[in-house]
């Protein structure tokens, strides 16, 4: 039931495959045997897609019912003790991966030494079900809705860069001054974000920049950090550096539109012990450094 449920959800045999620690063979043979079995199709198949038919919508959704009412099963089992057991995989965006997600990691593994989280550290946005993706940090609008999602937090993008590349080259005045200096702008995807729109008294100032310097958020904080020019971050990333000193606001008077971030998971799916264990941890730490940027 676990198989046909990951063959529905990651639309591919060997994906599934790859996740179950199979041979692409073993999972079609399987396929094949349970349809046979039950007297009808449960894919359409094609050399490119590979679809559940409205036969196979039904059976996937009465396994994965099955499947989580073993796992919760298992859990109530073990409910006498408070030891988490398992693998959890986690996507979050590189930036606030070491910042935030492996401290909470650390101190987790501590408390639950047979607990694994596999970490998934990228800017690029990964497939949650195709993946195998427990649990994901993403900013900015969601565009998936057959996922769970719950907000972590929601702050403004700012303009930050370090003192001492201000003390080189002067500090803009105006969105307009940003083209006279060295903006460091993101590449992510093959897609280039080279325009930056910031607002003030509710207008907004939309700056073209030059071409993209790096194609990573945290790529982009050190190098800011590091004095090679003005980044656009979210408040959130970089309120660290900012009490520390390390970076200041730029057009402190700007901001971007605010932005959330949000923890999600794969929509229709009872979520083990673990992975709730693992969503309470990053919860707390969200909330803990959110009440710092609002009282900046």
């Given amino acids: ?22 041979t692409p063979a073993a999972v079609s043979a399987t396929v094949r045997r349970v349809e046979v079995a039950l007297g009808v199709r449960l894919f359409d198949r094609t050399t490119r897609v590979l679809k559940p038919t409205d036969e196979g919508l039904v059976v996937i959704a009465g396994c994965q ?5 073993w796992q919760i099963t298992l859990e109530d089992a073990r409910a006498s003790g408070s030891e988490l057991v398992g693998t959890v995989h986690l996507s979050a965006p590189a930036d606030t991966t070491y910042q935030i997600v492996a ?6 593994r501590e408390a639950h030494p047979q607990l694994q989280v596999v970490v998934h550290a990228s800017d690029t946005v990964q ?61 992510l995807a093959s897609v280039a974000f080279t325009e930056w729109t910031l607002y003030a008294d509710g207008r907004p100032y939309t700056v073209s920049l030059r071409r993209p310097l790096c194609g990573d958020g945290y ?24 009490e520390a000193g390390r970076l200041v606001r730029v057009l402190p008077a700007y ?23 693992v969503d309470a941890a990053l919860t707390a730490a969200f909330a803990a450094r959110s009440a710092r940027c609002a009282a900046r």
């Avoid at 019912?65 to 009412?69: A, L, M, T």
């Avoid at 190098?223 to 309120?239: C, E, R």
Wanted: hydrophobic share 45%; glycine share 8%; with cysteine.
């Fill in 1 to 22: 039931m676990t198989l046909l449920v990951r063959v529905g959800e990651t639309g591919s045999m060997t994906r599934a495959a790859r996740q179950l620690n199979l």
């Fill in 65 to 69: 019912r099955i499947v989580d009412s």
């Fill in 103 to 108: 401290p909470v990691l650390v101190e987790l």
């Fill in 127 to 187: 497939h949650l079900h195709r993946e195998a993706i427990d649990i994901a940090v993403r900013y900015g609008p969601l565009q998936d809705s057959g996922l769970t999602a719950r907000r972590l937090a929601e702050h403004p993008g700012v303009l930050v860069a370090a003192p001492a590349y201000l003390e080189r080259h002067g500090h803009p005045q105006t969105p307009a001054d940003l083209t006279e200096h060295r903006c460091i702008t993101l590449q």
């Fill in 219 to 242: 790529l982009a904080r050190r190098w800011a950090i590091a004095g090679v020019g003005i980044a656009f971050k979210s408040l959130f990333d970089v309120i660290d550096d900012l």
């Fill in 255 to 277: 901001a971007a539109e605010t932005s959330a971030i949000h923890v999600l998971f794969p929509g229709g799916r009872h979520q083990p012990a673990r992975v709730r264990a």
